[in-house]
C-alpha cells in the first residue's frame, strides 16, 4: 500500500515570497491534516478536513495560509507571503475515518516538507 | 491545551527500561502515541482509549489512566532501534480525530 506522498521535500525561499505544498492521501482515507513542526517540538495541527469539508482550521493563520482539497483527494496548502516563522517542516497526514478513539483513526504521516525562509 | 511529557529525554543502554509520561489538564477521549526519527515522519505506535485499557506491542507498551488523565509508555529491553523522539497525541470527546501533540521526549540508546 503506497503512504502518503508530499511534494517538494525541501524548498527555500525568501520572506515576502509565496509557496505551497501539495499532499496525495493514502487512498481511501477520507480524512486529511496539515501540521507544523517547528524544530524541536511537536507537530501542531494548522488544518483538518473530512473529505473536501474544513473540520478544524482554528490554528490556521487565515491572514497568510490557505489549503484546498478538491475532490476530497489530494490537497494543496500555501503560505501567501511568507515571514521568517514559518520555517518548519510541513506534514500531511491521512486516516481512514475520522471519530472519537475508534481505533481506526491512527494517522499516516508523509515524509514532510522542509521549509526555510531567508 | 497542549499535554504535558515527561522526561524531556532520557539515555539507555540497550536493554534498559524507560517509561515515558503524558498529562493533560483536560478531560480525554483517547491518548495516541508516535515515534519519531530525526528527519523522518512520525510513525503510528498505538492508541489508548479511556477506561484505563492498557496496550502492548512486542516490547512496547502503554497505559492509560482516565481518573489522572495520564497516560504513559512502557519500554522493556530496550533496543538501538528504539531511538528517537516520542509523541503523544492528546483527542478530547468533542475533537472529531485533533490530535495534540506534547512537545517530545528524546529517546537515545547506546550499546
Known amino acids: 500500500e503506497a503512504g502518503v506522498a508530499q511534494s517538494p521535500r525541501y524548498k527555500i525561499i525568501e520572506k515576502r515570497q509565496s509557496v505551497a505544498f501539495w499532499c496525495n492521501p493514502i487512498?481511501?482515507?477520507?480524512?486529511l491534516y496539515w501540521y507544523q513542526q517547528i524544530l524541536g517540538q511537536g507537530p501542531k495541527l494548522l488544518i483538518q478536513?473530512?473529505?473536501?469539508?474544513?473540520?478544524?482550521d482554528s490554528q490556521l493563520p487565515k491572514d497568510r495560509f490557505s489549503a484546498e482539497r478538491l475532490k476530497g483527494v489530494d490537497s494543496t496548502l500555501k503560505i501567501q507571503p511568507a515571514k521568517l516563522e514559518d520555517s518548519a517542516v510541513y506534514l500531511c497526514?491521512?486516516?481512514?475515518?475520522?471519530?472519537?478513539?475508534?481505533?481506526?483513526?491512527?494517522?499516516?504521516f508523509g515524509p514532510g516538507t522542509r521549509l526555510t525562509v531567508l | 491545551q497542549q499535554p504535558v511529557q515527561s522526561p524531556q529525554a532520557v539515555i539507555l543502554r540497550e536493554g534498559e527500561d524507560a517509561v515515558i509520561n503524558c498529562s493533560s489538564s483536560?478531560?480525554?477521549?483517547?491518548v495516541h502515541w508516535y515515534r519519531q526519527k530525526h528527519g523522518e515522519a512520525p510513525v503510528f505506535l498505538m492508541i489508548?482509549?479511556?477506561?484505563?485499557e492498557q496496550k502492548g506491542h512486542d516490547k512496547i507498551s502503554a497505559s492509560f489512566n482516565e481518573k489522572k488523565q495520564q497516560s504513559s509508555l512502557y519500554l522493556t529491553a530496550s533496543q538501538l532501534s528504539y531511538s528517537g523522539t516520542y509523541f503523544c497525541?492528546?483527542?478530547?470527546?468533542?475533537?472529531?480525530?485533533?490530535?495534540?501533540f506534547g512537545q517530545g521526549t528524546i529517546l537515545t540508546v547506546h550499546p
Open positions: 497526514a491521512s486516516s481512514l475515518v475520522m471519530g472519537l478513539g475508534s481505533g481506526d483513526n491512527e494517522q499516516f
Open positions: 487512498s481511501g482515507h477520507a480524512t
Open positions: 478536513f473530512q473529505n473536501n469539508g474544513v473540520v478544524d
Open positions: 483536560k478531560a480525554l477521549y483517547s
Open positions: 489508548l482509549l479511556k477506561g484505563g
Open positions: 497525541g492528546t483527542e478530547r470527546g468533542t475533537s472529531y480525530g485533533k490530535l495534540t
